[in-house]
Nanobody, 124 residues
Framework: QVQLVESGGGSVQAGGSLRLSCTAS??????MGWFRQAPGKEREGVAS???????TYADSVKGRFTISRDNAKNTLYLEMNSLKPEDTAMYFC????????????????????WGQGTQVTVSL
């Protein structure tokens, strides 16, 4: 069973940057994703990356966030730039054994293993 541990969250001012990391027991062979959940809202997909490094992004983060993976280090990353207050949320990484597509990569139901999350707070 894959285990995931997120890190890198924190508090920043609007316009700032953060880099989240997700260390796993194994990521090679898995479709990986970043999700976030704000208080009172449903968990939503932010970005995903396939085993072939094909990436998918939510419209709200396109051009600002970059997902990447280092299979040798069993680590998933999310580089977040130009952060906005609406990016404030708990961020989770997750893995899926399925080959997901542009249409399914941001869907929470396709992911079977989740980390505990790391908080990101963006203030004005």
């Amino acid at each position: 069973q894959v285990q995931l541990v997120e890190s890198g969250g924190g508090s920043v001012q609007a316009g700032g940057s953060l880099r989240l990391s997700c260390t796993a027991s194994a990521i090679s062979g898995y479709h990986m994703g970043w999700f976030r959940q704000a208080p009172g809202k449903e968990r939503e997909g932010v970005a995903s990356i396939g085993t072939d490094d094909y990436t998918t992004y939510a419209d709200s983060v396109k051009g600002r966030f970059t997902i990447s993976r280092d299979n040798a280090k069993n680590t998933l990353y999310l580089e977040m730039n130009s952060l906005k207050p609406e990016d404030t949320a708990m961020y989770f990484c997750a893995s899926s054994p399925l080959r997901l597509t542009r249409l399914t990569g941001l869907g929470t139901k396709w992911y079977t293993v989740w980390g505990q999350g790391t908080q990101v707070t963006v203030s004005l």
